[in-house]
């Protein structure tokens, strides 16, 4: 008998052994995640005119830039595995980038990509050792708007109501304590986790 299944690893556990890791470090960074469609860019750029350092999302920055560079969806998205690398690789570059006692807001973080790899296809506990470098302050997941496509990602709304449910489920694995930010206008929405987020 010849062949073999490719695994599923859309619902696969983390490793509890990896999950015992200590954090290194310490951060004042608060991420604000989300399913696509959810209106975390717009809280994110209402944060920066504020004042507030932020990180803007990793993956909609290369995909911006590589459609600026003259590629195409088709060439972006070809090769679904090594772009989801590329973009962890990015990620764990521009986290190392920012001071750790600096309030800072991070449109995704690194553990996101525990659920965007599920939703890839690839195995989540690749990087999981790597998601304990450094501790959030906070982590707030923003409620699901009406679905629309943001342009960026090929996500359809069935799989954002998978990756709205594996965010929620992986930063918990971690320890983090999940703020659910509700429906609100942008600008109560910024209230809600102003007053929330710890100094």
């Known amino acids: 008998m010849s062949g073999s299944c490719q695994q599923d690893y859309r619902f696969s556990e983390l490793d509890p052994e990896m999950l015992l890791t ?3 470090v310490e951060t004042k960074w608060h991420v604000i995640t989300g399913a696509p469609s959810c209106g975390k860019t717009t809280l994110i750029d209402m944060l920066a005119e ?3 350092q932020i990180l803007p999302e990793i993956a909609h920055q290369y995909i911006e830039d590589a459609l600026a560079s003259g590629q195409t969806y088709q060439d972006i998205f070809r090769d679904r595995f090594s772009l989801q690398k590329v973009l ?3 990620q764990i570059k521009a986290e190392k980038g920012l001071i750790p006692q600096k309030v800072t807001f991070l449109d995704r973080a690194l553990p996101d990509n525990l659920s965007f790899n599920r939703f890839t296809g690839m195995d989540p506990n690749q ?3 790597d998601c304990f470098c450094r501790r959030y302050a906070s982590v707030f997941i923003l409620d699901p708007l009406p679905y ?3 342009g960026i990602r090929d996500i359809d709304a ?3 109501a998978f990756l709205d449910e594996w965010l929620n489920r992986d930063y918990r694995s971690l320890g983090y304590d999940m703020i659910r930010v ?3 206008s942008p600008q109560e929405r910024m209230g809600y986790v102003l007053e929330r987020a710890p100094d």
């Open 88 to 90: 962890i690789e990015l």
């Open 158 to 160: 069935p799989h954002a």
């Open 22 to 24: 200590p954090f290194q």
């Open 50 to 52: 504020k004042g507030f």
């Open 148 to 150: 629309q496509t943001d």
């Open 182 to 184: 509700p429906v609100l």
């Open 127 to 129: 990087l999981l050792r």
